[in-house]
Nanobody, 128 residues
Framework: VQLVESGGGSVQAGGSLRLSCAASGYTGSYCMAWYREAPGKEREVVAAYGNGGGTAMYANSVLGRFTASLDIPNNMVYLDMKELKPDDTAMYYC????????????????????????WGQGTQVTVS
């Protein structure tokens, strides 16, 4: 599985960005997640989705401001971010892991980041 992220950048507080993650090399059940890692902090989950149905699950800190979506035919995952805050400044990563069943978003969200087998290279988001 290969994951390639894009779309990061520098914005002022209150601005918006869209992150993209191009995924390839896998068919079957899976979890996909967006994580972020700020300097001096642990990597934290932002949003997660499983192909068991339903919508993505979000961290409380981004709920209502971030929206994760999938374009399955084109193997793309997106993270739309609005009302950005300086606390959102971090390197953002998309993560993927295969599952033997169709997981829920909650299952994927509650997983440890070490459970994810594949990661993109990361894209920097800076909010000033």
């Amino acid at each position: 599985v290969q994951l390639v992220e894009s779309g990061g950048g520098s914005v002022q507080a209150g601005g918006s960005l869209r992150l993209s993650c191009a995924a390839s090399g896998y068919t079957g059940s899976y979890c996909m997640a967006w994580y972020r890692e700020a300097p001096g902090k642990e990597r934290e989950v932002v949003a997660a989705y499983g192909n068991g149905g339903g919508t993505a699950m979000y961290a409380n800190s981004v709920l209502g401001r971030f929206t994760a979506s999938l374009d399955i035919p084109n193997n793309m995952v997106y993270l739309d971010m609005k009302e950005l805050k300086p606390d959102d400044t971090a390197m953002y990563y998309c993560g993927f892991r295969a599952e033997s069943f169709a997981p829920s978003a909650r299952w994927c969200f509650n997983s440890a980041y070490s459970d994810y087998s594949y990661w993109g290279q990361g894209t920097q988001v800076t909010v000033s």
